[in-house]
Structures are given as structure tokens and as C-alpha cells.
């Protein structure tokens, strides 16, 4: 049978569902799981394509929705480096998932295959995981029918986080090469990080333990097992690890609730100064936490791992004699606290880029650096190093014992840190590596500056497509006049910057504002919020 015509036959089995459209959106495709069988068997028919066009290159499939509730599910793809897939070919996975029958379906294919100019005869070759979502088994099975079809060699990776598989991809596309990653299994990655934790780690001690909550998702059972190869030089107390129960996913748990809630999760047990951490549902985010002596919640983000990973690595590069050859930058979006750009500005003395919300904007940005920090306020992130930042630290000849112990660390780093996406365990270890560098406490890590109060909000419109976003989504284009409303409520508050957007991972409008003291941001935050709800209604229509 002619490959299209397998396509068409599996095909049938995963009918578009009628009246919707799908777009690949922050993090790929995302939404209730039940509308999913069709776009993830197309998707599977795009990483068959994608692996073609990079002459059998592996593609990576990763199914999870994150840090959405559990009723939802995803799939986004990963390209050979680890990266998020290429951007210009988002259009071609949107295309495919909106085909609306199989024949559109067929003939859609074969046009990519003549206007990308890919050779059929080219192997495809994918590898695939899922998080522990109950849905994730039906969508697998969907991805394997369109492997299937296509001819498409494939390993199925079972359950893991979201950067293991980006992990693997590398792994697995630079082998035998001089820029071989690592060992192709899950082992490898334990056995990478908790190797580069040691050396980074030499001579230095944490000050009591992290509690890490992992949100009842894939984080938990990973997080065990890298624990197991830290033989003891750190103390991790992991809860919320239950991944027997899928519907507490996400649940009054987890990185996005104690983010956009400004509160532990309600199960905490921990005492004040205990430092603890929250993982989200895919093990992509970690933000940090804890109770002061008068019981007020302190929240360290991602803004705050960004300032404290830019400032150990501006140090380093200063006690290594090779500050000259690191020229070091940090990333952030529109949600970074204010306080932490002027902080990177005015006393890390460091330039800044503010891109577009989604790690494959920040990503790129940050590769234009020798070292580049970035990271999401909501604690998605990691460093890049350059080639030549690698090359400089790999081949210094350190004049001091002082310079070559600077050297060692900054070395154990370059191994410790993902370098193809954020990832909350190699983070994990990277924020206790440096504040045991360091000697600090929470305390001492969030005295370095003072967040300015903030309020997220989640806005749900009839159609959210209609909130579109310019300049670093700080601004909204459309619809007419909504900005000039936002900013009229800005103009009355003190210290006052707030925006709103729509989510590429919810059907929902987010609105972020800041001001001078924690009344004026809720009072700002909920007044944007009312502009969008206006707009939102009165086009919308309902
Ligand atoms: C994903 C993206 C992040 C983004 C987040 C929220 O995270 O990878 O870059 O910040 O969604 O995006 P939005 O505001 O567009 O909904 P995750 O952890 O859910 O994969």
C-alpha cells in the first residue's frame, strides 16, 4: 500500500472533530484530552516529516499538558538539539490539525512532502513519552498509528518529564559526535546531573533540607530517582509524589498554583525558614518558597533563580579570569517583577532582553549571549552556554588556586544545567548548589531585592484570539481601545504596570499587574481585568 494510503486508512480511525480549530500555541497543542486523537495522530504525521526533511535526524514527541488540570491534555515536538520545535514549522503542525477530512488530510501531506521538498525514501525516526496523565495511553496510541503509517522508526520512552525526553532527543542526535551529550537513557540523565552535582557541590554543604512538592505528577517518581544517585550530599523531602491518583494533578498543588496564588499548597507541613519548592505536572517549572519567623509567605520565582543563577555566574567568571570571555545576559517576559529588572540593570550591571512569553522566544534569545540566564517569572528557564563560552571554560589555564577552583565550578555547571530547555530537577539542583556556594538561607536570597506587589488574573472571554498582543505582549493591538483603558488604570497607581494577553496554553485572558503596595496591585489587577471582561463581552457577544 502507498504510504498515503496507510495514512488515510489510520486516519479514519481519528476524524477532526467538527467546528473546532486547533492552533500549536505556547507549548504546542493543548486542551481537554477528548478533542485530542486527531491532532496528536497528525502531529505524529508532522515528526515523520520533520525527521524526513533532517535526513533522519530524531524528532522528539513529548504528551503532557503540563501544568493545566488533569482533564486536559497536549503534544508538543522536539527537535534534534532539544529544542522546541522550529518555529516556521508551527504553521505546518496547525495546518495538518485542521484538516477537515482525511482526504484534505492526504492531500495536505503530499504538498508538504513536494513544497518542502522532502524525500519520501528518507527514514523518520521519533522517540516519545508521556506524563502521567490518565489520557496519555488513547494519545499514544494515536502517535504510534501515524509512526506506524509512515514507516517511522520509534522507541517509546514510557513516563517521563518533559526535559528527560528533550534530553534523550540530544542525546541520541549527537552521539559519536564532539558534541555527544550524554548517555542515551533515563539512567544517563541521573547519572549526568548527579555527577556534575557532586563536582559543583566539592567542599560545600546545604543548610538543612528542601521539601520539593512535585504537583502528583511525573516530577515525583523522577525526582526519586535522582535522589538515589545523590548518595545522601543533599537532603530532598519530596511530597505530593501520588501519581495513582490522576485527578490530584495540578491540584491546590504544584508550581502554577503556588505562583498565581501567592500561597503554599494548603498541605504544607513544613515550619518557618524551612525552604521549599514546587515542580509543575511536567517537571518543566520550580518555583521557591517559604514561611518567614512571623509566618508570612515568601515566594522566590523564576525571576529570582534568574538574578541569583546571573549573579553566582558573573562571580565565577570574575574568580576564574574569564569574565572578559563570558559575557553574560538575562532574558525575561513581560511578567518579570519589575524590581528584578532594575536589580539585573542596576546592580548585576547586566543587559536584558524581554521577549514574548513562551520558552522557545526566551530560548533564542538567550543563545545570542555567551552565558544566558532565562527564565519565566511562573519558574520555566535554564542557562545557555555558548560554544565558545563551553570551549573558554574547557581549555582555561587557571593562574590561582583561586581562579581554578572557580573554573571547576563553572565547569560542574555547564553539565549540571540542561541546555536544551528548562528543567525543574537540573534547576532544583543548580539553586541548592549555588546557595550552599554562597552560605545562604532563603532569607538571605530574597533580601537581595524587593519584589514589587503583583497579581495575576485568568480572565475567561468568549474568544481570547480576539486579545492580540505587540511589543513583547506588553501592549494589546486589538481589540481598539482596550489599551488606552489599561493604560488610563495604570496612570493612577503608584509604581503601577499591568498588561494582559491571551494564554497560549488556556481558553483564557491573563492580566499581570504590579504597583507600589499589595491593595494597589489587586485594585489595578482587577480593574484591567474588568476592561478585558468588557471587551471580551461586547464582541464576543455574549
Ligand atoms: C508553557 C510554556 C511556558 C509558558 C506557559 C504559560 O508552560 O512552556 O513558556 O510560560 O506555558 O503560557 P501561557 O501564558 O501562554 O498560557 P508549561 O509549563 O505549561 O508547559
Request: hydrophobic residues 40%; neutral net charge; charged residues 25%.
Amino acid at each position: 500500500m502507498a504510504s498515503t494510503d496507510k495514512i488515510l486508512e489510520a486516519s479514519a480511525k481519528y476524524p477532526k472533530p467538527a467546528e473546532r480549530q486547533f492552533q500549536y500555541g505556547t507549548a504546542g497543542f493543548r486542551m481537554k484530552a477528548n478533542l485530542l486523537n486527531s491532532v496528536v495522530y497528525r502531529v505524529g504525521l508532522l515528526a515523520a516529516l520533520r525527521s524526513k526533511k533532517l535526513n533522519g535526524q530524531t524528532i522528539g514527541v513529548m504528551i503532557t499538558a503540563s501544568h493545566n488540570p488533569p482533564e486536559d491534555n497536549g503534544v508538543k515536538l522536539v527537535d534534534p538539539m532539544g529544542e522546541m520545535l522550529e518555529a516556521s514549522w508551527e504553521q505546518y503542525a496547525t495546518q495538518l490539525a485542521n484538516a477537515e477530512s482525511d482526504d484534505a488530510l492526504g492531500k495536505l501531506y503530499n504538498k508538504l512532502l513536494a513544497d518542502l521538498k522532502i524525500k519520501e525514501d528518507v527514514p523518520a525516526r521519533v522517540i516519545y513519552a508521556r506524563d502521567t496523565r490518565a489520557s496519555g495511553a488513547t494519545l499514544v496510541t494515536c502517535l504510534k498509528d501515524a509512526l506506524d503509517a509512515t514507516g517511522t522508526e520509534y522507541t517509546d520512552y514510557g513516563y517521563l518529564t518533559t526535559p528527560q525526553l528533550h534530553y534523550l532527543v540530544r542525546c541520541i542526535n549527537t552521539k559519536d559526535t564532539q558534541y555527544a551529550y550524554g548517555d542515551i537513557s533515563e539512567k544517563g540523565y541521573y547519572e549526568k546531573l548527579a555527577a556534575a552535582f557532586k563536582l559543583a557541590m566539592k567542599g560545600k554543604t546545604t543548610k538543612g533540607a528542601v521539601t520539593v512538592d512535585c504537583a502528583n505528577g511525573v516530577g515525583g517518581p523522577k525526582l526519586h530517582e535522582l535522589v538515589k544517585h545523590l548518595d545522601g550530599i543533599i537532603d530532598i523531602k519530596i511530597v505530593n509524589d501520588d501519581v495513582l491518583k490522576p485527578e490530584t494533578l495540578n491540584s491546590q498543588c504544584g508550581a502554577d498554583f503556588v505562583k498565581t496564588q501567592q500561597r503554599a499548597p494548603p498541605s504544607s507541613k513544613v515550619g518557618p525558614n524551612d525552604r521549599c519548592a514546587s515542580l509543575d505536572g511536567d517537571a518543566d517549572r520550580i518555583i521557591f518558597y517559604f514561611a518567614d519567623k512571623d509566618n508570612t509567605f515568601r515566594l522566590l520565582d523564576g525571576d529570582r533563580i534568574a538574578t541569583l543563577a546571573a549573579s553566582f555566574l558573573a562571580d565565577l567568571g570574575r574568580q576564574s579570569g574569564l569574565a572578559e570571555q563570558l559575557k553574560i545576559g538575562v532574558v525575561q517576559t513581560a511578567y518579570a517583577n519589575g524590581a528584578s529588572t532594575q536589580y539585573i540593570e542596576k546592580s548585576l550591571q547586566l543587559p536584558i532582553i524581554c521577549t514574548n512569553t513562551g520558552v522557545k522566544y526566551l530560548h533564542h534569545a538567550a543563545a545570542r549571549f555567551d552565558i544566558g540566564v532565562y527564565f519565566e517569572a511562573n519558574g520555566h528557564g535554564t542557562v545557555l552556554f555558548s560554544p565558545a563560552a563551553l570551549k573558554a571554560i574547557a581549555t582555561y589555564d587557571p593562574k590561582s588556586p583561586a581562579q581554578k577552583a572557580a573554573l571547576e565550578t563553572l565547569q560542574a555547571l555547564t553539565e549540571l544545567i540542561n541546555q536544551t530547555v528548562g528543567d525543574a530537577l537540573s534547576d532544583l539542583l543548580l539553586v541548592e548548589a549555588i546557595l550552599a556556594h554562597k552560605g545562604w538561607t532563603c532569607q538571605e536570597w530574597l533580601l537581595t531585592y524587593t519584589d514589587l506587589p503583583n497579581r495575576l488574573v485568568k480572565v475567561e472571554v468568549p474568544d481570547r484570539n480576539m486579545f492580540q498582543a505587540v511589543d513583547a505582549e506588553r501592549k494589546l493591538a486589538k481589540p481598539d481601545g482596550a489599551q488606552k483603558e489599561i493604560d488610563r488604570e495604570v496612570g493612577k497607581f503608584s509604581m503601577g504596570r499591568s498588561f494582559a494577553r491571551a494564554s497560549g496554553t488556556e481558553d483564557a485572558v491573563r492580566v499581570y499587574a504590579e504597583a507600589a503596595t499589595r491593595t494597589e496591585a489587586d485594585g489595578l489587577a482587577n480593574q484591567v481585568a474588568n476592561i478585558v471582561r468588557g471587551f471580551g463581552t461586547v464582541v464576543g457577544g455574549t
